[in-house]
Structures are given as structure tokens and as C-alpha cells.
């Protein structure tokens, strides 16, 4: 608390430093040079002038002929130069690009002042004071070639973005870390999802799901991808930086209707049609799009206005496999309404633009009506709700999006001197209602899948098991609200001391409030206390031979997950798997604090150092426990070299060290009570009776037919009515271990004292240089690697859980705590075998038996642990933990050609290897998205993890990503662009069910990407446009966007589950996935067929 408090501190003071923040605005960029004479003297005291849409400024270069324009609006600028006897200088179409400095050196020649020399092309030299890997693609590129209308399509154009798999194409995988661990930043707002971390508005169901600021309102994008400086933290990633539109000293503006209807889309290949186990399927997608956007001044030089509305209206058109009785529904449309805004005013508050005020806000609320939208291949998992037999029992309304603003001052005081300050507020929320109240249950009476089926149920495809059914309602629902305040201050003094410097310091604080509300559909239960025989079923030590708690006895669960069965004294019964009795809904918290220091040293000409400390802290609240990561030093250290000293070429090499800041996820799972029981079972009719089948005589059953359903056809509609699922003692049946294990899982979970921040560390590399015509040619070698982590963890092994007792009968619990797990980890006592059942000579605890999962074994075959196996407290041995491994190495080529001559280009090509035994804040592996909370570290290692903590290629691994973007604009109006990007494969493993929780996807058997890779994909769009003028001031564009032209339709998404996870009713209970290495059941399992989407616009 006290360095938090410090923290605190340091940070209210760096907001009362002298006003001197230069280039390290978020939101804009800056100009300088210097002004010399044709032999290379230095002009001091030239006066330059700088033009633009938002007005005049005037500046005069320095003793030693240097100058700087700051904070300016990104677009294009005039600048001009005028000296004594020297003719007066003129560059047009200056491109200052978002958060970088574009050097312009003047050269004057000797005449009178009066004469003027115009310069019409001209390049922005290299910024020889950054080390910055990655990007900027401005509007005139992304609105010129064939680009998605979404603004997370645009990062993908820079070397280093990734598809992130598991996380959706908005949250990409940037320089090796999942798509969970990215910054995003518009308008200096930070837009992250204060849960998980992705962009925007995010579901741990539906993935992201929105981001908050529209295509058409974005001016420009900049990936930061690596060696970002100081002032940048909490991205493990790259951090993606926007700003919207501007008005200026002109009206402008424009209306516009884009369509891409399904009538213009290719055939879908179908998953179904190679799967088994069946999907929702895709038929085909349209999205129409409306809008308007106007800008200009209210008071000419001084006050400017924007404002942009668009309503996008999405439509996919699902069916369900032809084997299930929703099929008869026919296509089903799933829509999505998304009403988007943007609005900003800029303020010059005096005349030369040294001080001005800014206010923006955006926003994106969003409307699905009620129906089919839990659609597959969400990070939830799941067929889509149309896989089922009752699809509308999962039908539902989603209501969500976000609202951002921003208010920011620039205030320059000098040339060398500028403040600016800004408060922003992100909102975002995510609500899903209307969902019937109905338990979620998964038929799992069928048997093996692709043999006879012993229930017969009379469906089109009657003898055969279909594998998986949901016959229930959704399910898990979680709805959220977020709102991150944030204040931010930084300065930036330049002054001469041994060569120039441009010294940037400042901070920022951040206070985010997550709240949630999270149950399972299906009415409130009771925990019972007794079976359907009256006997207790509790117990305070919870042994082996009973099911809970007295304490948590009669406790309300909300609502349930359940699996149907097989078996039990009456022939069917569901077992529950989800649903918890705390934990409901609850707020969080947290409190971030940074400050920075950072210092670009020009020695000379030739050499910059750059170096920088960062330092900040997060303290992150749950409901029931808290915990502060303090003290976290980020050093930032570079040197760029300039061989000539012309900024046509610089050389550089840097070191960062960078810091996650940990997703609200944490604090609502593991520091708020969330407490559940997995595994307890309830009958489908009378347990007590004798009858095997449903409503016979002696077991009537309400809720089935009137007649005793002696047929499949009446058994079935017993077990799939919801009047049957009932919960309470009279159907419950627990007859000891042998009816069936029931876990406990929840509660809050403590943080060992003394752990601290995630971080990795990072070296680039790299060489670039400006050839002539604005080419811009660079290489560069990028080195990341994980050097501590924060993930819960127990000293439990596999056998050990899968015992549950040790040899003295004394229950042996999973005792879950969050720390920075590695090989010298000591935490709890190890998990041993008791020396007095081996004869003193005790077996490896680590080594069990691959078909039991148990270790200890005696010679009858049964465990025997020691008891006080994995209790906390350190025994001087280490617990048995790997050394977390994520290692990225990277070769990146980029080619620019900015606008010039009427085209333009950007091209890069990656070479890359990603590899370890720790993925990062998402897992793709089994799609977990609770960043440092994953099962990865659940238990230490022991043989039935196999190769979970062998180091290999991880899930997002490409080793080799080109993209080639470009355009060319002919004089008659017309504009043609194209597109390419070519992928390899990423790794194909061999997934198994986890050996405790018998989940699927969670040991990758024979090493990480066993089985190879996917197929490399290749993608080639085209764009096409013309511009009709109508009159000098109006015009209409017409523009066709025609994307996979070659309409390859490649496997993109392979199913890696090596099984089904666990079956009832069959031996052994894990089959084999008979889908193993085929297409995913999601809908974007292939690349997505040849589509177009055309538009027009009026523009003034």
C-alpha cells in the first residue's frame, strides 16, 4: 500500500511539472528540420509559416537553424520559408503522419524575398529519434484498396499482425502474444475491454463483438508492433493507436450506401458435409450499410466541427443439419443492427494554435433481436443453436455497445515547450435477456457416436448416434458493464547539453469499474442435504463418501449445466457440470498508475541515444479480497544511428521491457466467491422404483405422455421435457463413491505474498532507408520472450485429484492460489507416496498409471498418498512446475511507397517462429479466455500431463505473412487498388482430454504440432472506383470491392480434439473424436468464398 500510495504520488506530481510535452501526443503529430542555405549553412532566425485545414502557425528556427511545429492534426500541410536575400520557399502536401515526426530540411536559395520556388513533392525523411517497429496506413490507403469496413481489418496491412484464432479476427495476435494482450487507443481514449482485454465490447460467448468507432469516421491507424517508448505500457502485444475525423476551414462532407448482399457471394463449403458431429450452418452473409458524415468551421481558423452517423445492418442466413428436427425451420436469419456515431469539436484558443482544446465522442449501440444468436465458433465454444433438437429453448435478445469521449488540451508555451493534459471516459456494456428459463442439458444417451443407437428415437437418421445434442436451453450467461476513467498528462522539454535533447516525462491513471451478473438459465435449485432415501448427503469435512458441506446446505444454485445419462436406479439422469450458488453478480475494481521518464539524446548528427523508465502499478479489487503488483520498472533503452547524417538511412537497436495490466476477469473469478459443485445427479423419475423404463405403473413420471411411453418415440419425449428435470432430494441419488464423484470448485483465491507483475523483455533491430520518390525500404529482427508470469496454480498432481483421499482416508484438496509459477516454485508441500505403505521405499508420485490416472499404487492397486499431500506451506523441495516459455523471433521486410505520382504502396513479408509451453491470456488450445486463471498450471507436472509443459510451436505460429496493398489513381477519375496476403499454416496438435477435468483440448499428445499444419491460405481482392464530378463543388463515386477473386476456399479452422471428452453409457468413457483433423464446425471453418460489396457516395 505504501509504494501504491507513492505511486500516487509521483504521479500528481508529474501533472504539476513545467508545461512541456512535445511529440508524445497520442493524437497528433509534428514537423521539424532545420533551414539552411545552398552550401549547407545554417539560416538562424528564418521565419516559416505553416498552412493548413486547421489554420496559420508561424515559428522561426534557432541558433543553429532548427525548427518544430507540434501537436498537429495529422493531413496535409504547406509549409513555408523566407529569409534576407533569400528567395521565399514553399513545400506543399507535407504528410504528417499520427504520433511521428516528418523532418523537412529547407534549403533557400540567394535572391530576393519576393520570389517564391514551390515544391510540390516532397518526402518526410526517416524520424532518425525512434525506434518504433510497425506502421501507419492512412485513409487514403485503406479507403483506396479492398479493405474490410471494419476498423479491425486495417492493422492486418503491417508485418508482425496476426490472425489470433480462438480471440476472432478483432483481436489479432501482434509480434507473438494472443489477441487478448494488445492496446487499442482512439482519440487517446484506451477503448480495451476492461474484463478480458479485448477491443471494445467483449463476450466470453460471443467474442468481441464491437469496437466503438466506425470505418468511415477513422483518419488514420498506427501499429505499434514493437520498441514502442516509455509513455506506452500494459500491452504484451502491439498497441493500435486511432484517430477520428476533424473539421477544418472548409465545408466537406458526404453521404454514402454500401451493400454486400449474399446474391454476390460464392457457395460455402460446408464443415457438415465432411463432419460427423454437426454444426449450425451458414448459407450465406449480407450487410448494408447507410451513412453520413459533415465537417467545417464555425468560427474560420478558431473553431471546427464534426460529426458522422452510420447504421450497418448485418444479416447471416443459418440453417441447421439436416439429422435434427430444427432443420425443419428451414433457413433462419440472424440480424444485427449497429447504429454508430462520432462527433469532435477543436478549438484554437488563440490565434496562432498554441493552445487549443479538443472534444470527441463515439460510440456503437447495437440491437440483435431475439433469436438464433449463439451462432458457432464463438470463444464459447458450442455447435450454435440450431444443432439441436429445441433450438428455440436457446433463443435470446442481445442488447450491447460502447460510448467513449475525450476532452484533451495542447498548449504550446514556446517552440521548445507544449503541455498537454486530457480526461477520458469508456464505457462499454453487454446485456443478453429474453432467454428461457430453461436448464441447459446435453444428450448424452446415444452412445458411441457413428454406432447403432440404443435409444432409436425415430429421427431421419434413427439407427445411427448423431453424436452430441442439445436439448436444453443456453446456458451460461454473463452480462458486464465497464468504465475505465482515465487521466493522462505528459511533457517533453528540448534543451542542449552535450548535444540536443528531447527529454519526454509524464503519466497516467486509470480507475476501471467492471461490474457483472453471470447464471445459468434454468430455475433456482436447492443444494439438497439429503438423497431420494432420506439419507444425509453432507458432511463438514466433505470425505469421500459424501457430496457437500453442511454448510452450503440449502444453498440456491442459479440455474444449471447438465449432461443426460445413462444409468442410475431408474435408467436415465442428469448430471450437473455447471452452476454456481454464489457469486451472481458483483463489481470490481482497479486502480493503474504510471509515470515515465524518457530522453532522446542526439549526440550528434550521426547517433541518438534513446532511453527510458517506465513505472507503474495496478491494484486490482474483487468483491471479497484485493491484491496491489507495485514497483514495476519498465527500462527502454536504444541507440539509432544515422551513417550520413542526411535522415535518409538510420540504423537502431533496442531493449524494452514491457508489463501486463491484468483484465477484470480475475478479480470476478478468483478474488469474488464464485463457488459450485460439479457432479451431482438427479433422476429423471421415481429413483426408488424398481421400474427401469419411465411412467410405467409403478414410476409414474409427470411431464410424459399420457400413455407409458413403451416406444423410443415416448421415451424420448420424457427425456426431453423440461417438466422431468427436476431438482430436488426426491431425485437425487447419491449412494457414495461408487454413484459418482462430486467436486467442489470456487471460492476466492489468494495471491502468494510477493508476487508480482507478469512482464516480458524484448530486443529489435533493425535498418531503414528513404530512396528516392518517398520509397521507404526496412528490415528489421525482433526477439520477445516471457520472463515471469501470474497464473493459479495447486501442488496437486493429476492421480492425486483423481484419489481424492490419501492413505489415511483424509480427503486431499485442490487448493488453487495465484503466483509467478517456474521450476524453483515452493509453495506447498509436495504430493508424495506414504513411505509406510512401500516397505520405507516409496514410489514416484509423478509417474501414474495411464489408464486409472492414479499414482501411489500398492500391490492391490490402490493409491497411497501421504497425507498432507499439496497442502500450502513450502518443504524446501520445489513443487514440481516447469519454467514458462513463450519465445517469438522475427524477420520483417516492409516496402512504402507514400502517395506520389498518383500511386501508392505497402508491402511486408514476415518470417517467424513462435514457440514455448505457455500461450499467454488466451489459450487456443481449449478456447480459455480467463487471462492468468487458465488450467495450464492447475496441477504440477506428472505423466498424465504428458507433453503440456514440453516446449513446441505454439497455436498462432505462421513462419511466413505477405501483404501487398496498392493503388493507382488515373487523371480521368478512375482508381483501381488490389490486395494480396499469403499465410503458412499454423500448427496442428493432437489435443486430449484433460485427465482430472476431463475436459476436451487440454493435453497436446506427442508434442505441440504433432500432426503438422493447416494449409497455407492465400487471399487476392481487387478495388475499383470512379469519381463522376457534377460540379466543382459536388461529385459522386461509384466503388465496387471485389475480395478473394480466385475464390479459394481453403480449410482455415482444423479440429484438434483428439476426443470427445467424457461419454456416459460406453467403454472407455473418452472416445475418439471421429472429427479429429477435419473442419471445425464454425462458420468461418473455410475461407470465405468470393463476395463483393458496392457502394456510392455523394461527397462534397
Known amino acids: 500500500m505504501t509504494q501504491y500510495c507513492l505511486g500516487t504520488i509521483v504521479f500528481a506530481l508529474a501533472l504539476t511539472l513545467p508545461a512541456t510535452l512535445l511529440a508524445q501526443n497520442f493524437a497528433r503529430g509534428s514537423i521539424g528540420g532545420a533551414v539552411y542555405d545552398t552550401s549547407g549553412g545554417i539560416l538562424p532566425d528564418a521565419r516559416l509559416t505553416l498552412t ?21 492534426e495529422p493531413g496535409k500541410h504547406t509549409l513555408k520559408a523566407a529569409y534576407p536575400n533569400f528567395k521565399t520557399t514553399e513545400i506543399k502536401d507535407i504528410e504528417v503522419r499520427l504520433n511521428e515526426r516528418t523532418n523537412i530540411e529547407v534549403k533557400l536559395e540567394a535572391g530576393a524575398s519576393s520570389q517564391t520556388i514551390t515544391v510540390t513533392e516532397t518526402a518526410g525523411g526517416i524520424d532518425t529519434t525512434s525506434t518504433t517497429s510497425g506502421g501507419t496506413i492512412t485513409a487514403d ?111 466537406h462532407g458526404g453521404v454514402y450506401f454500401f451493400s454486400a448482399p449474399s446474391v454476390l457471394e460464392g457457395n460455402r463449403l460446408q464443415p457438415n458435409e465432411v463432419r460427423f458431429n454437426k454444426g449450425q450452418a451458414t448459407l450465406g452473409v449480407s450487410t448494408k450499410d447507410a451513412g453520413g458524415e459533415f465537417g467545417g468551421y464555425l468560427r474560420k481558423n478558431r473553431l471546427f466541427w464534426y460529426s458522422g452517423f452510420n447504421a450497418v445492418f448485418n444479416r447471416s ?36 494554435q498554441n493552445h487549443q482544446i479538443e472534444g470527441s465522442v463515439f460510440g456503437d449501440p447495437s440491437h440483435q433481436p431475439f433469436g438464433p444468436n449463439r451462432q458457432n465458433g464463438g470463444p464459447g465454444g458450442g455447435s450454435g443453436v440450431l444443432a ?66 440404443p435409444l432409436l428415437d425415430g429421427l431421419p437418421t434413427p439407427a445411427t448416434s448423431r453424436g452430441l445434442n442439445e436439448i436444453g436451453g443456453a446456458g451460461f ?71 457437500f458441506n453442511p454448510k452450503d446446505c440449502g444453498s440456491t444454485v442459479f440455474g444449471g449445466d447438465f449432461l443426460l445419462r445413462r444409468g442410475g436406479p431408474s ?42 523508465l517506465r513505472w507503474e502499478q495496478q491494484r486490482i479489487i474483487g468483491e471479497d479480497r484485493a491484491y496491489s503488483f507495485p514497483g514495476n520498472w519498465a527500462p527502454r533503452a536504444g541507440i539509432i544511428v544515422d551513417p550520413w547524417g542526411n535522415r535518409k538511412t538510420k540504423m537502431f537497436f533496442n531493449f524494452g521491457r514491457f508489463f501486463e495490466k491484468i483484465p477484470q476477469d480475475l478479480a470476478v473469478r478468483s478474488l469474488s466467491d464464485e463457488s459450485r459443485y460439479i457432479g451431482p445427479r438427479f433422476a429423471l423419475s421415481n429413483p426408488g422404483s424398481n421400474a427401469a423404463t419411465l411412467n410405467s405403473t409403478t414410476n409414474p413420471t409427470p411431464g410424459c405422455p399420457a400413455s407409458a411411453p413403451n416406444n423410443p418415440q415416448g421415451i424420448n419425449s420424457c427425456l426431453t421435457n423440461p417438466a422431468n428435470w427436476i431438482l430436488d432430494p426426491a431425485h437425487h441419488f447419491f449412494l457414495g463413491a461408487s454413484s459418482g464423484a462430486v467436486g467442489f470448485s470456487g471460492g476466492v483465491t489468494q495471491f502468494i505474498p510477493g508476487t508480482k507483475a507478469q512482464y516480458q523483455d524484448e530486443f529489435v533491430v533493425g535498418i531503414e532507408h528513404e530512396f528516392r520518390g518517398g520509397v521507404y525500404v526496412s528490415a528489421r529482427y525482433l526477439d520477445r520472450r516471457i520472463r515471469r508470469i501470474v497464473e493459479n496454480i495447486s501442488g496437486e498432481t493429476v492421480g492425486a485429484f483423481n484419489a481424492n483421499s490419501a492413505s489415511d482416508g483424509s480427503l486431499i484438496v485442490q487448493q488453487l492460489v495465484l503466483a509467478n509459477p517456474t521450476s524453483t516454485t515452493d509453495v506447498f508441500r509436495n504430493t508424495r507416496c506414504d513411505p509406510a505403505k512401500f516397505g520405507g521405499i516409496p514410489p514416484d508420485p509423478f509417474n501414474e498409471d495411464p489408464n486409472s490416472g492414479l499414482g501411489c499404487l500398492d500391490g492391490s492397486g490402490s493409491p497411497q498418498y501421504l497425507p498432507g499431500s499439496a497442502t500450502l506451506g513450502e518443504d524446501g523441495l520445489p513443487d514440481g512446475f516447469p519454467i514458462p516459455m513463450r519465445k517469438y523471433q522475427a524477420f520483417e521486410f516492409q516496402i512504402e511507397k507514400r502517395f506520389t505520382k498518383n500511386w501508392q504502396l505497402m508491402g511486408n513479408w514476415r518470417i517467424s517462429k513462435l514457440q514455448g509451453n505457455y500461450e499467454g491470456l488466451f489459450r487456443n488450445d481449449n478456447g480459455q479466455d480467463d487471462a492468468n486463471i487458465t488450467t495450464l498450471f492447475d496441477f504440477v507436472k506428472s505423466s498424465s500431463l504428458g507433453d503440456q509443459f514440453t516446449s513446441g510451436v505454439l497455436p498462432t505460429d505462421r513462419r511466413h505473412v505477405v501483404n501487398v496493398y496498392a493503388n493507382y489513381t488515373f487523371n480521368n477519375g478512375i482508381n483501381v487498388g488490389t ?40 487471399n487476392i481482392d481487387a478495388h475499383v472506383d470512379y469519381t463522376w464530378k457534377i460540379s466543382e463543388r459536388y461529385r459522386i463515386k461509384f466503388v465496387a470491392d471485389l475480395f478473394n477473386v480466385i475464390n479459394a476456399r481453403r480449410v482455415e479452422r482444423v479440429d484438434q480434439f483428439a476426443d470427445t471428452g467424457f461419454l456416459s453409457g460406453v467403454s472407455p468413457p473418452i472416445q475418439r473424436n471421429p472429427d479429429f483433423l477435419e473442419p471445425t464446425f464454425a462458420n468461418n471453418a473455410y475461407q470465405r468464398p468470393f463476395f463483393a460489396r458496392l457502394a456510392i457516395r455523394l461527397e462534397y
Request: hydrophobic share 30%.
Open 317 to 352: 442466413d443459418d440453417a441447421a443439419p439436416p439429422n435434427f428436427r430444427a432443420a425443419a425451420l428451414g433457413s433462419v436469419s440472424v440480424k444485427t443492427r449497429n447504429f454508430n456515431y462520432s462527433a469532435k469539436l477543436n478549438y484554437n484558443i488563440t490565434a496562432n
Open 477 to 547: 450467461v454473463e452480462n458486464t458493464e465497464g468504465n475505465n476513467r482515465q487521466v493522462s498528462a505528459n511533457a517533453t522539454l528540448t534543451f542542449r547539453a552535450w548535444g540536443g535533447h528531447q527529454m519526454d516525462y509524464g503519466g497516467e491513471f486509470q480507475n476501471v469499474n467492471y461490474d457483472w451478473f453471470h447464471r445459468h438459465t434454468g430455475p433456482d435449485w436447492k443444494i439438497p442435504c439429503t438423497n431420494f432415501l432420506g439419507q444425509s448427503v453432507t458432511d463438514p469435512k466433505s470425505p469421500l463418501g459424501a457430496e
Open 52 to 72: 493548413s485545414e486547421y489554420g496559420v502557425r508561424e515559428t522561426k528556427a534557432g541558433p543553429d537553424g532548427t525548427y518544430r511545429f507540434a501537436s498537429l
Open 141 to 251: 490507403l485503406f479507403k483506396n484498396t479492398p479493405v474490410g469496413r471494419n476498423i479491425t481489418d486495417i492493422p492486418y496491412l503491417i508485418a508482425g499482425v496476426n490472425d489470433g484464432l480462438g480471440t476472432g479476427r478483432a483481436n489479432p495476435s501482434i509480434s507473438g502474444a494472443t489477441g487478448l494482450e494488445n492496446l487499442y487507443i482512439v482519440n487517446g481514449v484506451n477503448i480495451n475491454n476492461a474484463g478480458y482485454g479485448a477491443i471494445g465490447t467483449y463476450s466470453t460467448i460471443y467474442g468481441s463483438v464491437g469496437t466503438g468507432v466506425q470505418f468511415d469516421f477513422v483518419q488514420e491507424v498506427q501499429v505499434k508492433s514493437s520498441g514502442f517508448e516509455a509513455q506506452y505500457g500494459q500491452a504484451l502485444g502491439g498497441v493500435v493507436n486511432m484517430i477520428t475525423k476533424s473539421g477544418g476551414n472548409t465545408y
Open 571 to 612: 435408467g436415465f439422469f442428469l448430471s450437473q457440470r455447471r452452476g454456481a450458488f454464489t457469486g451472481l453478480q458483483g463489481a470490481t475494481n482497479t486502480k493503474y498508475a504510471a509515470v515515465y521518464l524518457q530522453d532522446a539524446w542526439q549526440l550528434s548528427r550521426y547517433i541518438t541515444l534513446k532511453l527510458g
Open 388 to 453: 439441436s433438437d429445441f433450438p428455440k429453448r436457446a433463443f435470446s435478445e442481445l442488447n450491447y455497445g460502447s460510448r467513449n469521449w475525450s476532452v484533451r488540451y495542447n498548449g504550446a508555451f514556446s517552440p521548445k515547450f507544449l503541455l498537454n493534459a486530457s480526461f477520458s471516459w469508456a464505457h462499454n456494456k453487454f446485456d443478453e435477456s429474453n432467454l428461457p428459463n430453461i436448464y441447459r442439458v446435453q444428450d448424452r444417451t446415444e452412445g458411441t457416436p457413428g454406432t447403432p443407437n
Open 979 to 1018: 490486395g494480396w496476403r499469403y499465410q503458412t499454416g499454423y500448427p496442428l496438435s493432437k489435443l486430449g482430454a484433460h485427465p482430472a477435468y476431463l475436459n476436451q483440448g487440454e493435453i497436446p499428445i506427442g508434442g505441440r504440432g504433432s500432426q503438422g499444419r493447416s494449409l497455407a491460405t492465400t
